[in-house]
């Protein structure tokens, strides 16, 4: 148990010819669950006395959590302390003579973290899902139950086939090394002996041993420099392959699934899965659901097993379009499944036709699980796979266009009957090969206005959002260098808007000072101060000008906050446009899309464009109601939401706008975003295949 986490192992030790053998039998899944939560947790206790009737500012209650840690600490270290004093700095000129002060008990300290924790739970006990039980604090999704105790029940429940001990309600440990700077107290440590003892000799006659730890601060530290002299084959290698065994769902009833990677299985090991008979529907969006189980062993790759509710745990399943043949009509082919564990974590599936010399590769993540509570994405959602020749075929049409003679402008409904689907159904990995082949052909902007605008164009559409892919880096870092100078057509209009067009799709790409140079570019239009470089822009550059801008997070906040201070003036006045309006949602939005936090604008400044935004009229309703629910989000961080009651009352406007109730969820509480919503941010599709974090 660490600062920020609770990760479970069990390990089997043997002697092997005289020596040491260390063998994984099972793990946990990964939990936001520690140190960090007991110290919220004291803080929130010690707030009311220090601030009474009004939350600390997220500085000073930062501060309390610091306080608190080392209260908690030198309190559960000491047995002779009964209290420890808590202070925290004023504010401004009254830094010592505005700061508050309170007492922490060692009582009040072992009832937040050893009953609310780690308190005393029968074996039967299990985490609880109930809402409000979780800290949201900082506006991190910590797990849901609090109490690490039950956590440790359902492992070793879990666990007791694969530990050899099925016949006993729980997995019984011999011993517990502990890891993790939240265990540092022995009386914490205790605690979780007592427990688990209990659950095995409830008279108390009996706990496993406790393991010697030289450092649990520096457990991690440590081991991570010992695997690394295991890997030159200078120690102990902990045996046992894949800790988790992996499935296909295959529907049914009962539910049943394949078995695609055993437990055990080493990783960068292939398998091919051939004694079983399956086929592949193409020409139309199917999925690939996947599961995962911790506590299930002896299963073997092509095994077809039952899959019932909470044996096995969901992860996000590939939807997807297999292409085959010219005429794309519905048909199932008989194939082999092919499969690899990376070294990276990523499951590689691939589907190899037993009629024809095809093969499809499907890719999985296998770091996330699936909320209890998501929903089920609609077969639209489903990524496209793209064969290679159609590729090549795209790959052609774009050098006809720009070094040929073909029609630049009419180049996309070429390219989307080449590929047989429309341009926002290209999977990430389609158009990142579309942009490398467009890349070369970079000096053909030259040729013509027509020319020019399509390459802006197509450049910043295939490398959206600037991210996503591993070359993405050196594509966004080329087109930098070439393209942050001059336009070859700068008097053409639609130039002009493409070149800022294509700035907006890559922003998330760019780096601090390159989005710098960017503002610079754009102030003097936009800030209205300096000398404007080329022609005057027009309306439409203009617009073009605050997107792209607007999609600069990594901007400092008071730069953003200059810009948005613009546009909520001339929101107030009535004719901000809809694109001036999504650019002021993302300047002031309390959860950026890639950027980091320091650079979100202050919640006073946020507050204060929302008050000005509830006293105007809103012309364009629901442009109006979308920048302002980007701009009041709830996040469970309290240093960036802004007050309750301001959220409240906008709330109760947004229901009048249309798709008012969901804007007003969002600034009630902290909700990750619906894909419609992903896509209104970014004023476009992303790319198929590839999705935005929904963590706030």
Not at 135 to 158: D, I, K, M, N, Q
Not at 679 to 688: F, G, K, N, Q, V
Request: glycine share 10%; net charge neutral.
């Amino acid at each position: 148990v660490g600062g920020g986490t609770t990760d479970l192992s069990l390990i089997a030790a043997r002697a092997s010819r005289g020596e040491l053998g260390l063998e994984r039998v099972a793990v946990g899944e990964h939990l936001l669950l520690g140190g960090d939560n007991m110290d919220i947790a004291l803080a929130r206790a010690v707030e009311p006395r220090l601030s009474p009737g009004r939350p600390l500012d997220s500085p000073r209650f930062h501060a309390l959590v610091s306080r608190c840690r080392a209260a908690k600490e030198e309190l559960l270290a000491d047995a002779s302390l009964t209290d420890v004093r808590i202070s925290v700095p004023g504010r401004g000129a009254g830094v010592v003579g505005g700061a508050l002060a309170a007492t922490l008990s060692r009582t009040e300290v072992e009832a937040v973290v050893l009953d609310g924790f780690f308190p005393p739970v029968g074996g039967e006990a299990r985490p609880r899902q109930a809402a409000g039980l979780a800290s949201r604090e900082w506006g991190l999704p910590f797990a849901a139950e609090p109490e690490v105790t039950r956590h440790v029940a359902e492992f070793l429940a879990r666990q007791r086939e694969p530990a050899g001990q099925p016949d006993l309600p729980l997995a019984r440990p011999d011993a517990i090394l502990f890891n993790g700077g939240a265990l540092e107290p022995r009386v914490v440590r205790e605690r979780l002996c007592e427990v688990v003892g209990s659950w095995h000799a409830p008279g108390g006659d009996w706990r496993p041993a406790e393991l010697e730890a030289e450092s649990l601060q520096l457990a991690v530290a440590r081991g991570a420099a010992y695997f690394g002299l295991v890997r030159r084959g200078l120690g102990v290698r902990i045996g046992g392959g894949a800790a988790r065994t992996y499935y296909l769902g295959l529907g049914g009833e009962p539910a049943t699934a394949l078995c695609i990677v055993p437990r055990g299985m080493e990783e960068g090991e292939s398998v091919e899965i051939a004694d079983r008979e399956l086929e592949l529907l193409t020409n139309r969006p199917v999925a690939f659901p996947l599961y995962t189980a911790t506590h299930r062993s002896g299963e073997r790759a092509g095994e077809v097993v039952t899959s019932a509710p909470g044996t096995v745990t969901p992860l996000p399943p590939l939807r997807t379009v297999v292409r085959f043949g010219r005429k794309l009509a519905e048909r199932a082919l008989p194939v082999h499944l092919e499969v690899r564990l990376t070294e990276i974590g990523t499951l590689e599936l691939w589907c190899r036709s037993l009629e024809t010399e095809h093969r499809w590769r499907l890719e999985f993540r296998l770091r996330d699980i699936v909320s209890p509570a998501a929903e089920p994405a609609a077969a639209g959602d489903a990524a496209l796979v793209v064969e290679p020749a159609r590729l090549d075929e795209a790959s052609a049409l774009l050098r006809a266009a720009f070094e040929s003679g073909d029609d630049p402008v009419t180049l996309t409904r070429r390219l989307e009957a080449a590929l047989d689907a429309g341009r926002d159904a290209w999977p990430l990995a389609a158009i990142r090969t579309l942009w490398d082949a467009l890349w070369p052909l970079e000096p053909a902007r030259a040729r013509s206005a027509e020319h020019e605008a399509r390459w802006l164009n197509l450049a910043g559409f295939l490398l959206r959002p600037g991210f996503g892919d591993a070359g993405d880096e050196v594509r966004v870092g080329r087109l930098w260098r070439v393209l942050s100078g001059e336009l070859r057509h700068p008097r053409a209009v639609q130039c002009r808007a493409e070149w800022w067009n294509l700035w907006k799709r890559i922003a998330g790409g760019l780096t601090a000072r390159q989005q710098q140079h960017l503002l610079e570019l754009v102030g003097p239009a936009l800030l209205r101060r300096g000398k404007p470089r080329g022609p005057r822009p027009g309306p439409q550059e203009l617009r073009e000008m605050w997107q792209a801008v607007g999609s600069c997070e990594r901007l400092p906040a008071a730069a953003r906050a200059e810009l948005g201070g613009v546009l909520v003036a001339e929101a107030e006045r009535g004719p901000a446009t809809e694109p001036e309006l999504w650019a002021l949602a993302r300047l002031g939005a309390r959860v950026p899309v890639y950027g980091p936090l320091n650079c979100v604008v202050a919640r006073d400044a946020a507050a204060a464009w929302t008050e000005r935004l509830l006293a105007a009229e809103w012309p364009r309703p629901e442009a109006y109601a979308f920048a302002l629910a980007q701009l009041a989000r709830a996040t469970g961080d309290r240093g960036r939401d802004l007050d309750l009651e301001l959220r409240e009352r906008l709330a109760r406007r947004l229901e009048t706008a249309p798709h008012g109730e969901r804007a007003a969820r969002l600034v009630r509480e902290p909700v990750a975003l619906e894909a419609r919503e992903e896509t209104r941010l970014l004023d476009e599709a992303l790319p198929a295949g590839l999705r935005l974090r929904g963590d706030v």
